[in-house]
């Protein structure tokens, strides 16, 4: 399996666990929806906070 495949079933599996769309996709782009912006902040918080 090429990472692009990997990588797109991770986030297909994250959005299944939390139940929200995470990205918007169309055939030239991908983008973050509100909710994947707010998952993104989080988890960037608790990677930061973790490093310290």
């Given at each position: 399996?090429?990472?692009?495949?990997?990588?797109?079933?991770?986030?297909?599996?994250?959005?299944?666990?939390?139940?929200?769309?995470?990205?918007?996709?169309?055939?030239?782009?991908?983008?973050?929806?509100?909710?994947?912006?707010?998952?993104?902040?989080?988890?960037?918080?608790?990677?930061?906070?973790?490093g310290k």
């Amino acid at each position: 399996m090429g990472r692009t495949q990997a990588v797109s079933r991770v986030i297909r599996q994250l959005e299944a666990l939390t139940g929200v769309t995470l990205l918007k996709r169309n055939d030239r782009n991908v983008a973050l929806t509100a909710e994947g912006k707010a998952l993104y902040r989080k988890e960037k918080r608790s990677i930061e906070s973790a490093g310290k």
